[in-house]
């Protein structure tokens, strides 16, 4: 069966949070898997990381990591600088990464979150940009065993990678087996034409799936095509991790970077929270089921 796994930041709206609190509340739920954003380690004392790694192996449940990149470590950039110190960046979250026993990084990991400041600004060449500096990072990758998984977003929070097509080619020119594609649906229902496609189109490159619904709030509330998405994932024999990433709460930093202007569901207090994502382990334990995944 897929390991099942939800973000930290459904609960939390700031990026640096209690992670042991969280470990407890994923495996008190029934969830393999959390994830959380890689850039806080760097802040982190080796004692604290020691701390909740111990909390992980205690509870069983495995941590996994995704970043947005801030735009001054683009490794996109037209500016030999500001590439040199993305990568120097990407090269640290790594080691920490590491340190914790981590296997993949995902996210905007392969240029800076957002749309380029600027209007003039040539895709391809921030592609090409992009692709020699993940050359570079994913030879510390194959040897520390962490896979990328290069996540297509949508348009008004990327411009390199918005589709499965996009994200199959960048994976197929930095050519290394620790990249694979990440797929997410949310963005998939802004970008792709068809989501089944998209999934096949990855095929054995598919290296994860993050899910929530067409308005980010939790799967199988919303108007998305679950069945679509799970029977081509089956298709696939898709075997990785499917971590949820709803994001329901406005206020702080990550209402803010994720553009939460409303709380999407009345009174969301932490047992409210809790109750959503019970619903949305069950919800997809019984895709799982359904589909001859489980």
């Known amino acids: 069966m897929n390991k099942l796994g939800i973000f930290m930041n459904f609960w939390e709206n700031t990026w640096q949070a209690d992670h042991i609190k969280y470990i407890q509340k994923a495996a008190d739920i029934g969830f393999d898997v959390l994830e959380f954003q890689a ?10 990381m020691d701390e909740i790694k111990a909390a992980a192996q205690h509870y069983g449940v495995e941590l996994t990591y995704s970043l947005g990149l801030d735009k001054k470590y683009d490794i996109s950039s037209c500016d030999t600088a500001v590439r040199t110190g993305g990568i120097k960046y990407l090269s ?3 080691n920490c990464v590491e340190y ?3 296997k993949i990084i995902s996210g905007v990991s392969y240029a800076g979150w957002g749309v380029p400041d600027v209007t003039d600004f040539d895709r391809e060449k921030l592609t090409q940009n992009s692709v020699e500096s993940m050359k570079t990072l994913i030879k510390q990758a194959e ?3 962490i896979t990328y998984g290069i996540e297509a977003v949508n348009r008004f929070e990327g411009v390199i990678i918005n589709t499965a ?3 199959l080619r960048y994976v197929e020119m930095v050519d290394s087996p620790n990249v694979g ?3 997410d649906t949310y963005h998939m229902n802004i970008e792709e034409h068809n989501m089944g496609d998209a999934i096949r189109l990855a095929g054995d490159k598919l290296i994860g799936m993050h899910t929530g619904e067409n308005n980010r709030t939790v799967p199988g509330k919303g108007h998305i095509d679950w069945d679509e998405i799970f029977k081509a994932l089956a298709e696939v024999n898709f075997t990785g991790r499917i971590v949820s990433e709803p994001f329901v709460v406005t206020g702080g930093e990550v209402g803010r970077d994720i553009y939460v202007w409303r709380n999407l569901f009345a009174e969301p207090t932490e047992e409210r929270l809790d109750e959503e994502a019970k619903f949305l382990l069950t919800f997809e334990k019984t895709m799982l089921k359904k589909w001859g995944l489980s």
């Open 181 to 183: 594609i990440l797929l």
């Open 39 to 48: 850039q806080p380690l760097l802040d982190m004392t080796k004692k604290r």
């Open 143 to 145: 040897a520390a065993g």
């Open 165 to 167: 097509a996009d994200a």
């Open 92 to 94: 640290d979250i790594m």
């Open 100 to 102: 914790m026993g981590g």
